[in-house]
């Protein structure tokens, strides 16, 4: 079984930054993509970035591209997310996620297995 925990969220004025990580727990990681997602209230969840296992590629939603950065520590089983220049839009609570398939890389909600509980990014003056 994996488990997803996230932690890094909070409050920030716009043009701040925040780092996310993401632990995750269990007999996979080192091979496999992990993403991270969001949902602002009454939206659904979207794409915010992915990466493979080796961490070369890197696919990112166009609303954050240039601003936000994902990275992964495989000796940690740890992602994280560097948001900076954040704008009051970028408001939701962010999710990570695991896709259980070997060496894969998948932008799709559906491709993802497991999922952490969450954590609110709140961007506000």
């Known amino acids: 079984q994996v488990q997803l925990v996230e932690s890094g969220g909070g409050l920030v004025q716009p043009g701040g930054s925040l780092r996310l990580s993401c632990a995750a727990s269990?007999?996979?990681?080192?091979?496999?993509?992990m993403g991270w997602f969001r949902q602002a209230p009454g939206k659904e969840r979207e794409f915010v970035a992915a990466?493979?296992?080796?961490?070369?590629?890197?696919p990112y939603a166009d609303s954050v591209k240039g601003r936000f950065t994902i990275s992964r520590d495989n000796a940690k089983n740890t992602v994280y997310l560097q948001m900076d220049s954040l704008k009051p839009e970028d408001t939701a609570v962010y999710y990570c996620?695991?896709?259980?398939?070997?060496?894969?890389?998948?932008?799709?909600?559906?491709?993802?297995?497991?999922w952490g509980q969450g954590t609110q990014v709140t961007v506000s003056s």
């Open positions: 996620a695991l896709d259980s398939r070997r060496y894969s890389i998948a932008t799709a909600r559906a491709s993802y297995d497991y």
């Open positions: 269990g007999s996979i990681f080192s091979i496999n993509a």
């Open positions: 990466i493979n296992w080796s961490g070369y590629i890197t």
